[in-house]
């Protein structure tokens, strides 16, 4: 089965088009330390045919016989207690290099592995019962549609990733082994972002997309069709391009430790970094290692410029901080003056110091200062903010304008009433309500009767088989346990919600200072949130359409930044941010069904953009729809209802609320304190 299974992998070199995503993969197989890749494209672009296909050109690995972990029996660093302890080393051999899959709904447990109980309760051994960490060890670690992972598990395996040992703890013992893989992670933007903690853990990324070029896409179907027809005979095709891959990446391997790359290369790298407004050290250190690995590839002793900007195109788009309308997108004049003005100084410091016997490090490309324009752009930014010109207004519109933030709230004075509730949840974490939880993070609250408990309380278990300890036959044993005597853990934790702020940005919500009145609102419910540990999230809706400009994070000061750079200015289309918001709210149920959903609607309600030519009627539906999918709602309208004995307001938001059964409250009627009491009073009402 398992050979058969290898002749349906379509060979790597058979792949067309995708080059940069091959070349990414190819540079993590050289070096694993960059520290993955992160592959983002719409479906049937071969993200996971390629990773699957990798395995097959990585040069075999020698393994220690009868090793669960696939120690290395060559280097004692990289053996397990198990392998080191052995007198006698039992003979290598050697395999292929494997791919281990992570499925979405994978426990920590599976991940991890977990303490061998039969063993430890009969013979008193500590022995893991090894996990898919322990299965991905010198190979390759897959996660597809890695966006909808459990984000405690996401973070589990970005630690083991890093530091390439995963340590087991459980029921006071603590074994670890080595676990050093290749991380790869594809997922579809459409079905939500990752957190930038978590792309920021990702030493690569790279973006696919579906080839346009006709003569391409009649080649990828004849080739589908070739491969399907006869695998084996179709890999043989591809036996010599396959084996001269991997003899390459051998080579490279072999010629990294001794690639050099200069300070000098190393401080153009940093000014890079700073210019683009990266803050995270992990970004001169992906750049520096994939330049390495770039030159050792190409059979190079030394690094060259060319590898440095092909190397920062792979590691640094993905950090660059997003502004709210703008993707972040790497600007290649000024990489080309910082590095063009340094290596003008180099030269200089090298026909100075001609004392040194080493020789002449290799040209550097000094032929490619091509500046655009004369005047430098501001590379910070956002072209649509100040007074440019609007990309996403109707013409006749006014410029967008970027409003402060107002005054925030002292949110001790307000209390929240939120009951614990009698839902059994598999996963807690947070502040606001207690409730139990059938996994295994909650606290130890105790126990019940369980025949067969996938948590065992071993103290309650002990103690139910003591009193029948005389009667019952031990075999040599300390204790005899039988079925009965099992006791499982009842642990309990706090739930948290996931509030997403969907947050009008439209020309409407300059009048009256309503845009630095709603920022300040939005401060004091996000301030509000974090203590209470749930997700918050924003949605900008402004011209034609919606844009998440923070997925569902815990970082408030992330928040704060994404406020305090949204521009004001264009149409005003509701249905599109309210259809984001739960959208992305939807996203989060799928990955965890226990979090508590919350859509917080700020605007004023005067939508003025369509879909279908019915505005009224679009609302009405995407407001039924929120309902329907167990999403609460809070309306509060910004418009401010005017003075003297008629009051009039005209936006949609009251409809909105009384159609996704929500809430509705006029700021014009709040105070800055019950403002920021908001988001807990409403959790509080379906909690």
Known sequence: MQSSARRSILPFTAIIGQETMKKALVLNAVNPKIGGVLIRGDKGTAKS????????????????????????????????????????????FKRKVRVAELPLGATEDRVLGTIDIEKAIKEGEKRIEPGILADANRGILYVDEINLLDDHIADILLDAAAMGVNVVEREGISLSHPSSFILIGTMNPEEGEL????????????????????????????????????????????????????????DAVEILPFVAISDGQIRKI?????????????????????????????????????????????????????????EPKLDNDMINEVMDEKNESEKEKEEQDKKSEKPSETPKNTGENEIGEDEPKDKQKSPKGGNGSPSGNDEGDAPDVTYAIGRPVDTSKISSSVKKDKIRRKNVSGRRTESETTSKRGSYRGFRISGEPSDIAFDATIRAAAPFQKEREKKNFAISIAESDLREKKRAGKTSAACMFVVDASGSMGAKKRMESTKGAILSMLNDSYKKRDKIGLVAFRGDSAEVILPLCSSVDLAKKCLEELPTGGRTPLYAGLSKGMDVL?????KNGDIVPLLVCISDGRSNKSVSGDIKKELMAVSEEIFRNDIHTVLIDTETSGSGFLKMQLGYCKMVAEHSKGSYYSLDDLGFQEVSGIASAEISRFT
């Open 49 to 92: 045919t390629a990773v699957r296909a990798l395995a097959e050109v990585l040069p075999e690995i020698t393994v220690s016989a009868g090793c669960p972990y696939s120690c290395n029996p060559e280097n004692e660093k990289e053996m397990c207690d198990f392998c080191r302890s052995k007198k006698e080393k039992p003979k290598p």
């Open 195 to 250: 957190r930038p903690q978590l792309l920021d853990r990702f030493g690569l990324q790279v973006a696919v997309e579906g080839i346009e070029d006709i003569e391409s896409r009649l080649k990828i179907a004849r080739t589908a069709e070739s491969f399907e027809k006869d695998p084996e005979e179709f890999a043989g095709e591809y036996e010599v391009k396959q084996d001269e891959l991997r003899e390459r990446i051998k």
């Open 270 to 326: 940093a000014e890079v970094c700073l210019n683009c407004g990266i803050t995270t050290h992990r970004a001169e250190i992906a750049v520096m290692r994939t330049a390495k690995a770039i030159a050792a590839l190409d059979k190079r002793g030394e690094v060259s410029d060319s590898d440095i900007k092909e190397a920062m195109q792979l590691a640094l788009p993905h950090r660059m901080r997003k502004k709210p309308f703008e």
């Open 586 to 590: 939807m996203q989060e149920k799928r």
